[in-house]
């Protein structure tokens, strides 16, 4: 908070947009059971931005209502998705990488087993920017590099990859640019595929700006 009055007035404003752009999303949650066309409708009105906080709260929506539809409007559900993953587009990498790690399990549940490997060959694309970012020479991401954003991103590829077929996961590690993260990654595959129950890993980002976190089960 500031002591200037107008800006605490114009903080405060953003702070109630914020509120009820997030009242509208669990409107479009709650619609979604019986009123699928509803839902989709109220998700296209939202913003692209919020006023305070990062993310495309559209996007988060229409991704909602289509892992809510699913099977049941398969031609609706893919409308939301196609949608949600297009305006992921102008999202920052981080958060889009956490936007769209449930994409693949969309297609999977729907059959679409070419739609799954197309989400999931995006995300190594995705992956790749992240460890651009993590790896800068001029601002590294400090911490333990099975922590960083882009092991997450690999991470996720290869779990879900694994659903399709073992061979496409292995096709995938092997394209991991990083010697050492594709070692870690090659372990917890295997263990994986053993059945051994996995660590919950901490995401963690460590730049010259100040530290970020978050936990992914």
Request: charged share 25%; with cysteine; proline share 5%.
């Amino acid at each position: 908070m500031d002591d200037d009055p107008a800006k605490n007035s114009d903080y405060q404003s953003r702070l109630q947009l914020d509120a009820q752009i997030d009242a509208q999303i669990r409107t479009v949650t709650a619609e979604i059971a019986n009123n699928p066309e509803t839902a989709y409708q109220d998700a296209m009105g939202l913003p692209l931005r919020r006023a305070l906080g990062p993310g495309c709260p559209r996007a988060s929506a229409m991704k909602r209502v289509a892992l809510g539809i699913g099977k049941k409007n398969s031609t609706l559900a893919r409308a939301a998705m196609n949608e949600a993953r297009r305006l992921a587009q102008d999202v920052d990498p981080a958060r889009q990488a956490l936007l769209l790690a449930e994409v693949p399990d969309f297609y999977l549940e729907l059959g679409d087993e070419d739609g799954a490997r197309g989400a999931i060959k995006d995300q190594m694309k995705l992956a790749e920017k992240l460890y651009a970012i993590d790896s800068d020479v001029d601002d590294p991401n400090l911490v333990f590099k099975g922590a960083w954003p882009s092991a997450n991103a690999w991470r996720n590829c290869t779990e879900h990859a694994t659903k399709v077929s073992q061979a496409f996961a292995e096709e995938l590690l092997a394209q991991i640019s990083d010697p050492e993260i594709a070692g870690l990654e090659q372990v917890m595959y295997a263990n994986a595929v053993l059945g051994a129950e996995q660590s919950i890993i901490t995401v963690l980002e460590w730049h010259k700006n100040g530290r970020r976190s978050g936990i992914i089960g």
